[in-house]
């Protein structure tokens, strides 16, 4: 229902869709086949995260420019995605009025951020505010949210084509990182993190 709301506002406004996902996976498959102009997220999808997503975009479609769609207006949150390449950041609350104009800025190079969103950069950028996921590399963020997800170590090790020891490396070493030693604890560090809802 969310895309198809946002397919038509999108074209009443003169914009081509050329391609939608269910999940983060499927989204870069997609940008990687059509290449197109700009790609908008969600940051809380299934599989692969709308900053994790736009990371990866960069690498294999980097003419693609990314929106995230998002409630968080928590300066990690907005921190996160701007490191990782994201050139639009819009509330959900705000997505039918914002999109649009976020859309023209980014086409002509800019960044759009929501209104809420700028007082909140702006603060965090005085209080120089360093961000606890930044020590994790981006496939350790991945598998961070397949496992917060409820994934197994051998379904996590399918969906990010490694094997399974691979990806029992990448959750043994970012427990070490976060000093976490369970899985409860990395789902709720995930849920902290935006990188899941509850």
């Known amino acids: 229902m969310v895309r198809e709301g946002l397919k038509g506002i ?31 997220f969600d940051l809380a999808m299934p599989l692969l995260n709308g900053i994790e997503a736009s ?12 929106i995230l ?7 990690q949150y907005v921190l996160t995605a701007l490191r990782a390449g994201v050139a639009g950041y819009i509330l959900k609350t705000k997505a039918a009025k914002d999109l649009v104009q976020a859309i023209q800025q980014v086409q002509r190079g800019a960044t759009y951020l929501s209104p809420e969103v700028s007082q909140t950069v702006v603060e965090a950028f005085r209080a120089e505010i360093k961000l606890p996921s930044e020590s ?6 991945q598998v961070l949210q ?16 490694i094997s399974t020891k691979t990806a029992e490396s990448h959750r043994t070493r970012l427990m070490r ?11 709720r560090y995930a849920i902290r993190m935006g990188l899941i809802q509850p």
């Open 10 to 40: 999108l074209e009443r406004e003169g914009f081509q869709v050329v391609g939608e996902a269910s999940d983060g996976q499927e989204a870069l498959r997609l940008i990687a086949k059509l290449k197109p102009h700009i790609a908008i």
């Open 55 to 66: 990371r990866e975009t960069l690498r294999v479609s980097p003419k693609t420019k990314t």
């Open 69 to 75: 769609l998002t409630m968080y207006k928590e300066d």
């Open 136 to 141: 994790l590399t981006s496939r350790e963020r």
């Open 146 to 161: 397949l496992v917060a997800e409820g994934k197994t170590t051998k379904e996590v090790a399918s969906i990010l084509g």
């Open 177 to 187: 990182k976060l000093n976490i030693h369970e899985t409860a604890g990395l789902v």
